[in-house]
């Protein structure tokens, strides 16, 4: 299938462009950043997904992932209102199988960067909005809402010993997940899945539970 990830240079979304190439797919990425991923069935878009007049002509995307997201003062441009751009332009149509939106158990919680959180509670509303309309064409859509992950923009609290121990004792399961195990529910929710839609999965090892959002000062 003819795949489409934004933010796809590190982290989360490296990792899930690697495990649909592992599974023969054909993988386009979008990130501001240059590629990190050298595979034949891989195209790569140096660009800001914010640049509305300059995104790509893909046509045909079977499963949309937006991932690309920041936690910065262009919050609410970044993570939901490119997120929405992105996914009219390349998701609703009648080749799309599957749109994934990586939000975040903040959006649920509320608790950590105001900015932040609106951004993120706005994909959730937007995934259900979505899943309606692609609905006519056989296609999910959901949202996948990690917690805790181990990528380097989070080594200030990782790295980080006091901070650590007290994240670890609101998280139930005592770990953070690694991008590797997002990706693999990404091509879950995406490939295997053909029922679950608007629905919005919290992945944070239990730590909604708790809801004590800790970081560095």
């Known amino acids: 299938m003819k795949i489409l990830i934004t933010g796809t240079s590190q982290g989360i979304g490296k990792a899930i462009a690697l495990e649909f190439l592992n599974h023969g797919h054909q993988v386009t990425g979008i990130d501001r950043q240059e ?6 069935r891989y195209i790569h878009y140096q660009m800001d997904v914010r640049d509305y007049d300059h995104l790509p002509e893909i046509p045909g995307v079977n499963i949309l992932i937006n991932n690309a997201g920041t936690q910065n003062e262009a919050d ?8 929405i751009h992105i996914t009219e332009k390349y998701g609703i149509q009648d080749q799309i199988c599957s749109i994934l939106n ?7 919680t509320g608790s950590e960067f105001p900015e932040y959180c ?3 509670g706005g994909v959730i509303a937007y995934t259900k909005n ?4 692609v609905a006519p064409f056989g296609a999910t859509c959901n949202s996948l809402d990690p917690g805790g992950v181990l ?3 989070n080594d200030c609290v990782i790295h ?8 670890m004792d609101e998280t139930p399961l ?3 997940a690694t991008p590797e195990e997002i990706a693999q529910w990404a091509y879950f929710l995406t490939v295997t899945n053909t029922f679950c839609t608007g629905q919005c999965i919290i992945v944070d090892g239990g730590e909604s539970i708790n809801r004590k959002f800790v970081w560095k000062d």
């Open 35 to 40: 590629a990190q991923i050298s595979h034949k």
């Open 76 to 83: 609410i441009d970044v993570n939901l209102k490119a997120l």
């Open 102 to 108: 990586i939000g975040s158990a903040s959006g649920h």
């Open 118 to 120: 609106a951004s993120k």
């Open 130 to 133: 979505a899943a309606m309309r």
């Open 151 to 153: 990528t380097p923009l």
């Open 160 to 167: 980080d010993t006091d901070l650590w121990a007290q994240i």
């Open 174 to 176: 005592k770990k953070w």
